[in-house]
């Protein structure tokens, strides 16, 4: 000890001035590290917003070259789609959109009442250890790699359903929007869960105690009350159907009709751009620029989809 103005520690001796200087250091450096680390932030944010802007900016570009070759009227009239043609391609969206509709409304057929019962029973019955076990498994289903689905649609499936309807072919619309529907479901369990168990429980005690079964009180007063979350993870849950590329593209086929028929094969807007993308079509042609027409098609419906579940989310938001 070196008087009353120097301090000790287990290894060195330090002087008050010491001790002072060492203490304006670190706050300079921590200073230093709040003016840098918002610096960065917004580095990283900006990098974020271009990449997106850069991508939607190609995707106009490219479209645009598309239609100076081929009339915008018949893209979205025409109801054939032959790009491959050897003497002039037809180029009517119209036939993978439908094909992109029917697997969709299968997936959300397929998705929705069991999502909604799956988060109905995590929220309003099953005990805390039973949603620990089940949520996470929920949770890892929806991990699984999609190339995985499409072989389980098309090996598995596909199969099993010949046995029901032995007209099905073996690329047909109805496997892949059953198997896009049990890959959706987790997400709108969780989702629909997470929005019911953020409804205060003194809704559901005030329920019961007027006499309320503990079904009524799921369907009639925590449902309603958390509509905005459920219909958002509907919504969400169905962009993600309507995006979906490998599941279709493995068990989907690649024929794009007009028809309704479940059983046939069809080709939806990711299938065709997988198709060509795999070198079907020459750089600068006018099938590889059909890609980006094709793309953008499916850029503008996912984006509405996302614009409807925010705006029900707003709508319908409650406050407690």
């Known amino acids: 000890m070196k008087g009353v103005f120097t301090l000790q520690n287990s290894t060195n001796t330090f002087s008050v001035q010491e001790m002072i200087q060492l203490k304006k250091q670190k706050k300079n450096t921590s200073s230093t590290i709040e ?13 974020s917003v271009l990449t997106t802007l850069g991508i939607v900016l190609t995707l106009i570009v490219e479209t645009f070259t598309f239609f100076s070759r081929v009339s915008i009227v018949e893209f979205f009239t025409s109801t ?10 037809s180029y009517g969206v119209l036939p993978l959109v439908v094909g992109t ?17 799956t988060a ?26 999609t190339i995985v689905y499409g072989f389980f649609a098309l090996t598995f499936v596909t199969p099993l359903l010949r046995e029901f309807i032995p007209s099905l072919e073996i690329f047909n619309a109805l496997s892949p929007g059953i198997v896009i529907g049990i890959m959706i479901t ?13 409804v205060p429980n003194s809704m559901r005690e005030g329920a019961l105690a007027l006499g309320s079964t503990k079904l009524e009180v799921s369907l009639k007063v925590v449902l309603p009350a958390a509509i905005s979350g459920i219909i958002a993870s509907i919504v969400l849950a169905v962009s993600r159907a309507i995006g979906e590329t490998m ?20 080709q939806t807007m990711t299938a065709y751009i997988v198709q060509v993308s795999q070198g079907d079509a020459g750089y600068g042609t006018t099938i590889y620029y059909s890609i980006y027409a094709v793309g953008f098609t499916l ?13 029900i989310s707003r709508r319908f938001r409650e406050e407690y």
């Open 35 to 47: 003016k840098i680390v918002p610096i960065l932030l917004l580095f990283t944010a900006i990098v």
């Open 80 to 89: 054939k789609w032959y790009p491959f043609s050897p003497t002039q391609g």
């Open 101 to 117: 509709l029917k697997v969709t409304g299968i997936a959300a057929i397929v998705a929705i009442p069991i999502g909604l019962a």
């Open 120 to 145: 109905i029973f995590l929220s309003e019955y099953a005990s805390d250890r039973t949603r620990r076990i089940i949520k996470p498994i929920l949770e890892v289903l929806a991990g699984i790699p």
């Open 186 to 198: 987790p997400m709108i369990a969780s989702l629909s869960e997470d929005a019911m168990s953020s």
């Open 247 to 266: 599941i279709v593209a493995v068990a989907g086929g690649s024929t794009p009709n007009m028809s309704w028929d479940l059983t046939t094969s069809i």
């Open 299 to 311: 850029f503008v419906f996912t984006l509405v989809m996302n614009l409807f579940a925010q705006f």
